[in-house]
């Protein structure tokens, strides 16, 4: 809150969208050189061995252990402060939901509902801004308001955040002197406004965003996994899409909910807007109960989509990449769906009891994230070479990813210890702290690897042969049915490329810099900036809905087809069903007799519906 909540949320917005862009090219090279694979590291095992799947395998859980935490403790928090539920009581049911969700569902259940879930969110997303800017405020009223809040002297906030009007019994600042609630003239922004984007603080955390969500993406199972069930056809573009319609979310809702606590100056002090509670405040203060209501429903479904998602990434690597890896390299299916279903319940167990642990220890929302791009964006850059460099090294992968992660921690305390003199959680958390861990993880990673396989250990690999390298588990046909067409997928990437680079290049360079020349926004910027942001949000919105059903028509229309025989009691001729049938010869044959596949998806989720 001290440095501008709306002036972070732009860079949040433009920071972590590119990732989902760019990892549209990882999605479709994919499908080129490992079209067999059931996970990332199992691409990794294939390619550069046994220490790089294991270190690789390593980075991947504490991503996963990373976004889950921040969904507890973001999830926790909010449904304390709205229903009045213990912190540690919410940290520990939330996860349940997920579980049987999860284990009832599989990863199919998880891209149907995921849709559902989505348009909910794109529903509330949209009352928000409608309630802020057209109900209740306008533009012009809230640039007003945000004026004012600036023009406070800090004497004068200190008499505003009191407890009976003087200075004796100001809680604005806390006992170090810093201040806690948006009130006066913000410290490094151009005119000490929130409605700039010159601002030291917002460059930084605008950095350490870009980095940690690189790491959050390229490193988490749960993207590849979305990549690896996706047709080919729709994987390039689907990431293009997806990114171009997540960025309404944090965009559109800085803008109308993140803007108007500050301009209202509403009692949210800056470790519960660290903790992501300024989102239910608002509601809550424009729409009473409903408003509680709606930011609780919109919660549920985010963290539902994302912990499932991340229950079932965490769930493929234990199965595929150790127990059939290193215990039961002879696996069946059966036993690896049962191995899947006993880890989702494990691991949602363990984030409970973790969330708790790090709420404990004085870690919040806005802490674990600033920290995220610490712990794993050493192996970044490392993934990014494993799909498009064929000089890439595998004992330099290694030793980039481990010594860019020591280098990161080491940069971290001593950066902690010059700034402030101690090593404590508070001074560990500061922009300009977390700023040096982050930028010195992924690019003394990026350094290392590149010296190492340019200059010290060079390879030319043939990526033809990588698929080669990846064992099928039995009846598992996933993708093979198809004779993949290596001409289209070569038009995918470089369709994927050209778009995703230029939207990158856009949202990280072109944006900020056109803004920059208006300095502290006038009115009539200000204004546009909104009707640009609630444009957004209702093009996405709908970009989202209408999109899925026109691409799956003949699969819905199938559908809806055979429920209308079933209640006429006519049997339906099947068609769809008999096409998909007809397959081409398979790229890669088994040993055992295959058993027809029933979806493009995970094998596991075949399973379940085999049970079912």
């Excluded at 200075?167 to 929130?194: H, I, L, M, R």
């Excluded at 010869?585 to 079912?612: G, R, S, Y």
Aim: glycine share 8%; proline share 3%.
């Amino acid at each position: 809150m001290a440095h501008g909540f709306r002036n972070y949320h732009d860079r949040y917005a433009s920071g972590a969208t590119i990732q989902v862009l760019l990892f549209g090219v990882l999605a479709i090279s994919l499908k080129d050189i490992a079209p067999s694979a059931h996970t990332m590291c199992e691409i990794v095992r294939a390619r550069w061995g046994k220490s790089a799947h294991i270190t690789f395998l390593i980075f991947a859980f504490l991503a996963n252990i990373i976004v889950t935490s921040m969904l507890l403790l973001g999830g926790a928090a909010t449904v304390q402060a709205l229903t009045g539920v213990r912190y540690e009581l919410a940290s520990f049911l939330i996860p349940w939901g997920v579980i049987l969700y999860t284990s009832a569902g599989g990863l199919k259940a998880t891209f149907m509902a995921s849709y559902f879930h989505t348009m909910i969110i794109f529903a509330v997303l949209l009352a928000m801004i409608t309630v802020v800017y057209i109900k209740v405020y306008s533009s012009d009223q809230i640039y007003n308001y945000l004026a004012q809040t600036v023009s406070y002297t800090p004497e004068e906030c200190e008499l505003i955040w009191s407890e009976d009007g003087t200075a004796e019994t100001s809680f604005y600042t806390n006992d170090a002197g810093v201040k806690q609630y948006a009130c006066g003239s913000v410290p490094g922004n151009n005119g000490g406004s929130y409605l700039t984007m010159l601002s030291s603080d917002g460059l930084m955390f605008g950095i350490i965003n870009i980095v940690g969500n690189f790491g959050t993406v390229f490193v988490d199972q749960s993207y590849w996994q979305s990549a690896i069930a996706a047709r080919p056809e729709s994987a390039a573009k689907g990431y293009l899409l997806g990114g171009i319609c997540w960025f309404a979310i944090p965009f559109s809702l800085a803008t109308s909910l993140g803007l108007t606590s500050t301009a209202l100056m509403l009692p949210i002090n800056k470790d519960e807007a660290g903790s992501g509670l300024v989102p239910p405040a608002v509601a809550d203060y424009l729409m009473g109960t409903a408003g509680s209501a709606l930011v609780l429903v919109m919660l549920f479904m985010a963290i539902v989509s994302t912990g499932s998602a991340e229950s079932i990434a965490v769930s493929s690597l234990v199965a595929y990449d150790i127990y059939r890896e290193y215990i039961n390299p002879e696996a069946t299916g059966q036993q690896i769906l049962w191995v899947s279903r006993v880890v989702i319940v494990v691991f949602g167990i363990f984030m409970g009891l973790f969330a708790i642990a790090l709420n404990a220890m004085g870690l919040n929302l806005g802490w674990v994230y600033l920290f995220m791009g610490v712990v794993i964006g050493s192996a970044v850059i490392p993934l990014w070479n494993l799909m498009t460099w064929r000089k890439a090294s595998g004992k330099g992968a290694v030793i980039a990813a481990w010594g860019g992660f020591a280098l990161a921690v080491i940069g971290w305390l001593v950066g902690a210890k010059i700034q402030s003199g101690s090593v404590t959680v508070a001074n560990l958390g500061t922009n300009e702290v977390m700023l040096s861990g982050n930028l010195i993880a992924i690019l003394s990673s990026g350094i290392i690897h590149y010296v190492y396989s340019a200059f010290i250990d060079p390879q030319d690999f043939d990526f033809a042969t990588l698929d080669d390298n990846i064992h099928l588990v039995e009846q598992d046909l996933r993708g093979l049915g198809d004779e993949i067409n290596k001409d289209d997928i070569r038009r995918s990437k470089r369709w994927i490329i050209r778009r995703g680079y230029l939207l990158t290049f856009i949202l990280i360079l072109v944006w900020p810099i056109l803004s920059v020349p208006a300095g502290v926004f006038t009115q009539e910027y200000f204004a546009f900036w909104v009707l640009v942001s609630i444009a957004w949000g209702f093009a996405a919105a709908i970009t989202i809905s209408v999109l899925p059903l026109v691409e799956s028509q003949s699969e819905l229309g199938a559908v809806f087809n055979g429920m209308w025989n079933y209640m006429r009691g006519v049997e339906g001729t099947m068609r769809h069903a008999d096409e998909m049938e007809v397959a081409a010869p398979p790229a890669k044959t088994l040993d055992v007799e295959p058993v027809k596949p029933q979806a493009e998806l995970p094998f596991h989720d075949q399973l379940d519906h085999e049970e079912a």
